[in-house]
Every structure is written in C-alpha cells, then in structure tokens.
C-alpha cells in the first residue's frame, strides 16, 4: 500500500484575501440626493417663486406693519406708537371713505354678484354656439382696464356721451353721470362690474354645468318652472361656489381704487367716490404722510383678514 501524496493540492494554494471594504453609505442620503438631483429644476422655480413672493408681498406687508407705528421727519424715523392711527379715525375723509367704500361695495353685490349669475344662467341655456358667448362675455377682461374705463368715459360724458343720446331719443332728461354726487359712485360700480364679470361668469357656468340633468328632469316631472327650478336645484347645488364667489367680491370690492381713480379723479364730486384705497394713496403720495396711509392699510388688512379666513374654511369645506 502505497503512501499518500505529499504534493499540494491545487486547494490548499494560499489566497490572496481582497482589502476590507469601507462603512456603507446610509441610505437615508442616497435617497435624497437622488431625489435632490431629479427634482433640481422644479426645486429652483419653487425658490424663485418663494423668493419673488417674499420679496413683492411678505417685505412690503412687514414694512407697513412697521411704519404704521413709526414716524419720518427730516430723514429721522421715530416710534409714535398708535398716533398714525389717532390721525387717521380723527380724519373727516376716514369715516367718508368707508361709508362709499361699503356703498361701493353692496351695489356691486347687486350687480357684480347677480348679474354675472344670470349671465352664466342664460348662456348655459344654449345648446349651440357656447363657445363663442363665452368668448364674448370674458371679452373685456382681456382688454386693458385703461381702455375700458375711457370707453365708459365717453359713454357718460354729458355733452355726446352715448347714453345722454339715448336719453334724448327717448325724450327723457340727461344726466350727469360722473358730475352728479348721487349718480358717480352707481356710474363706477356699472363701470366696474362689466370690465370684471366674465371671470365670475365662467366660474359659475362651470358650476351649472356639473349639476346632474336628472335633478332637473325631477323637478319638471313635480311641474317646476324655470324660477322654481332654479331655487331648489340650482342655487342649493351651487351654494359652496355661491359662497366663495360672494366672499371674493366682497374682498376685491374692499380694495377698489382703479376705476374711481381713472373715471372720477379719485375723490368725485363731494367726495362721492372717495374709497379707503384712494384715501391711503391721498395720504402717502398728496400729503407725503406714509405713517398714516401705512396705519389706514393695517386696518383695511384687519378687515379683509376675516374675510379670507372665512374664504380658506369654506374653500376647505368644499374640498372636503
């Protein structure tokens, strides 16, 4: 019997072990540096846009905040505490721009709220040719609001303004439409609510037409007409949009300045168009007063500050 081989067998050849490896990356940060590289161009419009909002809207609601307590004389800036405030409530203007930014404000709830309603109700009526009146109603959103307000310049210009010509067709009296203190602010909100009713007119054409036709066909089968219809279908299922719209109009509203500054003058005859915007802008541009016009814009901020809370919560509700 032979002896076993002493040779080495192939197995038995030391190895070469490789070098230990290194402590593994965590993969929490793989993680987003991956979704850090493929959402960087999103990301960088985000802090664009985060910036630009910080800087027009954030920056300048701070610095009024500021100057509402403070006081610039001879390049010197001083704490007054509520003195800006005092000078404003003690201002015969104050109390007379709010009573027509409030008449302002319930004629153009009468007419920028309803009739952009009726509008949207009519055009959905049609079964033909929608897009064409949806054109025509949003028409003069898109034109500038300098062109509008000079359109409606002529129209009420008492010597050939159009409607003065109708009225004399019609044998009546002419009017002062923007000379005449009880016709300037109903001349503005006329003005005003045919320049901006297209946007709500879609919006609530839009609504008419998410409602189920078979609530409809249920109430002509219960004998409804069309106002019957149209209180117990259509205002209760478009009563979330009803609301919002209605807050909107009253916060845009609120802070008219445009047409009564371009059709008016501003102030109107008497004062009859005097809004609280424009008496900020009287303030900080015509008495070179920016305590007190920064003090009257906190306490118009107060106030619309309700409203758009009351806007976010039903915004919410109809989310939800």
Known sequence: MS???MTPSKAGR???SPPPAGPPAPAGRDRLAKSVRRNLTAHG???GAVLCFAFFSW???VREFLLAFQKTESG???WVGLDNLITVVNDPAFWQAWRNTLLFTALALVFGFAVPFAVALVINEFHHGQGYLRLLVYLPVMLPPVASVLLFKYLYDPGYGLLNELLRLLHLPEQQWLQDPDLAMLSVVIASTWMNMGG???IYLAALQSIPGELYEAAELDGAGILRKIWHVTIPQ??????LMLLMQIIATMQVFVEPFLLTGGAGPEGSTTTVVHLIYQ???NFNNYGAAAALGLLLLVLLAGFSAAYVKLSRAEDE
Do not use: N
Request: hydrophobic share 50%; net charge positive; no cysteine.
């Open 283 to 285: 303030y900080a541009f």
């Open 200 to 202: 709500a007119a879609l």
């Open 45 to 47: 419009f985000l802090i």
């Open 238 to 243: 478009t009563r979330l949009i009803l609301s």
């Open 14 to 16: 030391p190895r070469h």
């Open 3 to 5: 002896a076993p081989s």
């Open 76 to 78: 010197q800036t001083t």
């Open 59 to 61: 920056y300048p609601m």
